[in-house]
């Protein structure tokens, strides 16, 4: 069948005026939605709405109707602009049919908004503490050469921390300062030694104290502050110097042949050869439980008569530190622990005096078990020498003792 040209024609205008409507509202519509959602995106590329492309062709292929590029922003969304499809001219003649019209621009995207940086690590808010001090606060009996040991709960800034030392006893100027490796542990040692309370009875509690204060100033190395000023004292020992006494009924002497006496003491021999030895007790009932050492420990006693020529014909005078239960021949033969040294090898009448710091050190340590008892016992290195002679010393038991000096708290 034939076609009349005229009615070519009028398919043909029809073609081109749907694909020029569907272009134009397309490209409109397309740039429009490229607005919108540009809208968070900036420095986004304006939308285009190019219209669709002329059908070619017999029965030519739709012409596309692409819309504007999409816009972007940093850190916006894509904002799209595109156009509608041109319907394409359907069954066209060999002409290429006219191109719709272009379709309206998309509007440019709005900047978006850049989103903030990663946070760093947490900042050092704490504030330091003080976990110990030695001495310990409120202490009792700290002896002289003690030194003050600050340990913090975390490094500080030394210089701050050595700022905020104060003592009225012990001021920054009398104390040398120095810190561990770590630099959370200060050390403050007195230039001199600290002062002990002197007392002559036991029974008196008085003291010498110290004290001192690391105030706010000190920080961390962070720069946080101490929260609240941190207050110490403690307080030195006392010296006390104390006289102890005999125990009357273990004291006195026995003889070698059974004879014993608790009125005198007498070392040496007799006319009939019969050996003499002097017995010593001193009683440690009235030294207090707790002493942090004892500094000196006396034996002393008078020796007041003397008959021949003991120091001549026997020797030297011994003390031997022996345990006995009773002034009797058990005591006389009982072995000796220790020959502690020559107590006196003059006939002078005078006080003999003799150091048994170590042997009262030892019995304080065990004064359960010897009953308090601190003994001794006296010898001549020759006992007897059998020459039908008199030669012994005499010492007076009443003036027997111990002068002690000790550390309490």
């Not at 273990?250 to 042949?257: A, F, N, Q, R």
């Not at 007897?384 to 010393?393: C, L, P, R, S």
Request: net charge negative; with cysteine.
């Amino acid at each position: 069948m034939r076609v009349r040209a005229s009615s070519v024609l009028s398919l043909v205008s029809v073609g081109l005026l749907v694909a020029a409507c569907g272009g134009s509202d397309g490209g409109s519509q397309g740039g429009g939605e490229g607005a919108t959602a540009g809208a968070a995106g900036s420095g986004g590329d304006a939308g285009s709405g190019v219209g669709g492309d002329a059908g070619s062709g017999v029965g030519g292929d739709a012409g596309s109707g692409v819309g504007g590029d999409a816009g972007s922003g940093v850190g916006g969304d894509a904002g799209s602009g595109v156009g509608g499809s041109g319907v394409g001219g359907s069954g066209g003649s060999d002409a290429g049919g006219a191109g719709g019209e272009a379709g309206s621009s998309g509007n440019g995207g709005s900047a978006g908004m850049a989103s903030g940086g990663t946070g760093g690590a947490g900042e050092d808010l704490t504030p330091p503490t003080i976990v110990t001090t030695l001495p310990a606060d409120n202490a009792l009996g700290v002896l002289d050469d003690a030194k003050i040991v600050v340990t913090f709960s975390e490094p500080m800034d030394q210089a701050a921390a050595q700022a905020a030392y104060q003592s009225v006893e012990l001021p920054a100027s009398e104390v040398t300062m120095a810190w561990n490796a770590a630099g959370d542990e200060l050390t403050i040692t007195p230039n001199k030694k600290l002062l002990y309370q002197a007392v002559n009875d036991p029974s008196v509690m008085q003291r010498i104290g110290y004290g001192f204060t690391i105030t706010t100033t000190a920080t961390d190395k962070a720069g946080n502050n101490l929260a609240a000023d941190a207050h110490f004292s403690f307080s030195t020992a006392r010296r006390v110097s104390h006289t102890l006494d005999r125990v009357p009924a273990l004291t006195g002497l026995v003889s070698g042949t059974g004879y014993k006496a608790t009125n005198d003491i007498i070392v040496g021999d007799g006319s009939a050869n019969q050996e003499y030895r002097g017995f010593m007790t001193i009683d440690m009932a009235d030294l207090p439980s707790g002493i942090i050492e004892f500094e000196k420990a006396t034996l002393h006693v008078q020796q007041d008569l003397v008959s021949g020529t003991p120091y001549t014909n026997h020797g030297n005078l011994e003390i031997h530190e022996v345990d006995f239960a009773a002034v009797d021949t058990t005591a006389f033969n009982a072995s000796s622990l220790d020959n502690l040294g020559v107590l006196t090898k003059y006939s002078s009448l005078v006080q003999k005096n003799f150091n048994v710091l170590r042997v009262l050190t030892a019995d304080y340590a065990n004064r359960s078990a010897l009953g308090d008892l601190c003994q001794f016992r006296l010898q001549f290195t020759t006992g007897v020498t059998f020459d039908g002679k008199t030669d012994n010393a005499h010492f007076e038991p009443t003036t027997l003792g111990m002068d002690v000096v000790y550390l309490a708290e």
